[in-house]
């Protein structure tokens, strides 16, 4: 084997490190969020929180704990959020209008689904939940009903 043969794997490397590196989309500033969810006055016991760009490129998610509490890194800016409680059933996998925003849920299982807030919230396009980020620490509380 000659030397050129030995080397010729570093350009190559050092090509696809470069192009691999480069992004469509740049990174968002993020913010921490944190707030407690309730649903007719008492703390959401599960589900998952989503706040995502109206543009739909850029989004934070987080779990729902037992006493309704959230934590997440969310984009800056305006956004829109669905809290989905139930998980997703093959028939709204196919139909992109009734498709929860996330797929993953987390919810304990002796939560009796009639406890649960209406499926509206799982959508950002029926959620009508909207939020300004701002830059550091905020804290949104998201009342249901």
Request: glycine letters at 8%.
């Amino acid at each position: 084997m000659n030397r050129f043969h030995r080397y010729l794997p570093l350009p190559c490397f050092a090509f696809l490190l470069v192009i691999g590196c480069s992004s469509e989309y740049p990174t968002p500033e993020m913010a921490e969020v944190k707030g407690k969810i309730t649903y007719k006055g008492k703390p959401l016991p599960g589900g998952t929180v989503v706040f995502q760009t109206p543009d739909g490129k850029n989004r934070g998610v987080a779990p729902i704990m037992a006493n309704g509490t959230y934590s997440m890194k969310s984009p800056l800016g305006e956004v829109k959020a669905a809290v989905v409680t139930r998980p997703p059933s093959a028939e709204s996998m196919k139909n992109v209008e009734k498709r929860p925003a996330v797929r993953e849920v987390h919810m304990p299982s002796n939560v009796d689904p009639k406890s649960l807030p209406p499926e509206k919230y799982e959508r950002f396009e029926t959620s009508g939940l909207t939020y300004t980020i701002k830059p550091g620490t905020n804290t949104i509380d998201i009342p249901l009903d």
